[in-house]
């Protein structure tokens, strides 16, 4: 396999087709860009050549970060390999990263298994759920099939799974919905400010294979009274977006606040005393 180390304009560097993971101007990026900014790109990019540019393979963050700081160049290892072998090494070079949103290993896991399959490589699919098969080091088969699922959910439910708003076992329950009944099921959820539970979710789901899962039933089922519910204070996450991180999920934001409001507590309590 042919590789070199060479410096390249970031400029001269294309995302990968279909990269799964997205680039958040977030602190990480901040605290990123101050590190190359007094030591310099530590670690080379990764990418292989593509008609007169290079494909990035590995080193997205670091791109972008070169781009803002202004570099000219920025080291990246060069290496040749085929569709299959950059699409696997991509997946893996960024799915130990913390705080992956559930898209971004669902498409991820996807693209892999089928990369895998290319390549004649038994997988999860293949040999059974309980198998990892190099698929992943950290999810069975069956959690990776599981995530898999999540890429028939139509973009506005899988973002409130990414959100923290849809659980990840409903979701995987909902995928097997057809995109008119998840089109109709997204828009109740934005009219009702609700959303379904695990059990819910599979009723739907068996409906949906009877063909019975009418809106009228969609709607009876949603909004019926969960036990978790009764008496909760609602507010939407996008009313509280503007005061977190981008990449903070729903439950990081309600910790936030649980801690701010213990805060307060413990304040005016030492005040009145």
Known sequence: MKEYI????????MPFQDHPYQVREDAALSELMESIRTHGVLSPLLARPK?????????HRRRLAAQKLGLKTVPVLVREMTDDEAVILMVDSNLQRENLLPSEKAFAYKMKLEAMKHQGVATCGQVGHKSRDGVSDGDSGRTIQRYIR?????????????????AFSPAVELSYLTKEEQAELWDLIGQEDATPSLSQAIRMKQLSREAKLTPEVLYAILTEEKPNQKE?????TESLRK????????QQMEREILKLLETRYRTRNRGER
């Open 150 to 166: 999540l890429t028939n959910l139509v973009p506005p439910l899988l973002k409130m799974v990414d959100d923290g708003r849809i």
């Open 243 to 250: 005061y977190f991180p981008r990449n903070y999920s729903a």
């Open 6 to 13: 060479q410096q390249l304009s970031p400029d001269k560097l």
């Open 232 to 236: 909760q204070v609602r507010i939407k």
């Open 51 to 59: 008609g007169e540019s290079y494909e990035l393979i590995s080193g």
